[in-house]
Nanobody
């Protein structure tokens, strides 16, 4: 069982930045593919960004060039740096760990509004 705890969400003005963090409980964090997903009210959960155990990254077209996913295996943490935020980025952001199965965090709210 892997527990994931997200932090770093909040209210930010359009054009601002936030950094989300997700700390994992597993001692074998390095073998997991990690990802960030988001779900806006009335919409389905969607992929934002993923990073493989080897460091390969993948982004949704809507966030390319604005968001950066990274991982620190020593700290068992994955990050999502979000720049140039837009109102349409408003959602609950969820951390995901994937190897033999999927694990999810509880989510952190990101609100982009003036």
């Amino acid at each position: 069982q892997v527990q994931l705890v997200e932090s770093g969400g909040g209210l930010v003005q359009p054009g601002g930045s936030l950094r989300l963090s997700c700390a994992a409980s597993t001692s074998i964090f390095a073998i997991y593919a990690m990802g960030w997903y988001r779900q806006a009210p009335g919409k389905q959960r969607e992929l934002v960004a993923t990073i493989s155990s080897g460091g390969t990254t993948n982004y949704a077209d809507s966030v390319k060039g604005r968001f950066t996913i990274s991982r620190d295996n020593a700290k068992k943490t994955v990050y999502l740096q979000m720049n140039s935020l837009k109102p349409e980025d408003t959602a609950v952001y969820y951390c995901n760990a994937k190897k033999w199965t999927d694990y999810w965090g509880q989510g952190t709210q990101v609100t982009v509004s003036s």
